[in-house]
């Protein structure tokens, strides 16, 4: 089975400034693909980035980049020049590559102080 | 519709009370999902519907619980003889199938008084 860990409970940044929220998994499979999701208080879940596993390059949507290293199986997210809008909970997720179940992080608390 | 709809947005009932929720996925989405958050918690994945297979229910906590899909569309969740454990946000969402890209409902706040 999966497991996906988010050792951050809360965090908080200052606005434009950089935070990194870390992400590790664990898995026996080769090919996945693994999600950044963040969760305004409105409650949908929105996707914020995707890579997928047998991709080398780290995936960057605008100010959000991750670092993926796949043989230490961390997965983690930086947001660049924060704003406002970018408080939320954030949470990891993973899927296999033959599969449909996204198993999901405990989230992490963002506040972006202004 | 535009996006994933979830139908009441917030429910409070009497321990003991039936409550149905529901979903009406992306027009054209093939795959539904039921996940449930529970506070502090990440979502816990409930059942999957994909087409006309037979549903995954293997995430349903008790047999209280239970879902349908109708015509491949909406979805209903109805949870039996609630309980306060029972209490959660349950989240929906439709993808065109396999594991591609989740559309996410903004959830139904259940509270079992």
């Known amino acids: 089975a999966q497991t996906v860990t988010q050792s951050q409970p809360e965090m908080s940044v200052q606005e434009a400034e950089t935070v990194t929220l870390s992400c590790t998994y664990d898995?026996?499979?080769?090919?996945?693909?693994l999600f950044w999701y963040k969760q305004p208080p409105s409650r949908q879940m929105i996707l914020v980035i995707r890579?997928?596993?047998?991709?080398?390059q780290n995936a960057t949507e605008n100010r959000f980049s991750v670092n993926f290293q796949k043989a230490a199986k961390s997965f983690s997210l930086k947001i660049s020049d924060s704003q406002l809008g970018d408080t939320a909970m954030y949470f990891c997720?993973?899927?296999?590559?033959?599969?449909?179940?996204?198993?999901f992080g405990k989230g992490t608390k963002l506040s972006v102080i202004p | 519709g535009a996006g994933v709809s979830q139908s009441p947005s917030n429910k409070v009932t009497e321990k003991g009370k039936d409550v149905e929720l529901k979903c009406d996925p992306i027009?054209?989405?093939?795959?539904l999902y039921w996940y449930r958050q529970s506070l502090g918690q990440g979502l816990e994945f409930l059942i999957y519907?994909?087409?006309?297979?037979?549903?995954?229910k293997s995430g349903l906590p008790s047999d209280r619980f239970s879902a349908e899909r109708t015509g491949g569309s909406v979805s209903t969740l109805t949870i039996q003889r609630t309980q306060q454990e029972d209490s959660a946000v349950y989240l929906c969402?439709?993808?065109?199938?396999?594991?591609?890209?989740?559309?996410f409902g903004s959830g139904t706040q259940l509270s079992v008084l």
């Open positions: 027009s054209g989405h093939t795959a």
């Open positions: 898995t026996s499979e080769n090919n996945y693909y």
């Open positions: 969402a439709s993808s065109s199938g396999g594991n591609e890209k989740l559309f």
């Open positions: 890579q997928e596993a047998y991709k080398q």
């Open positions: 997720a993973f899927i296999g590559a033959g599969s449909y179940q996204l198993t």
């Open positions: 519907f994909q087409g006309n297979s037979a549903p995954d």
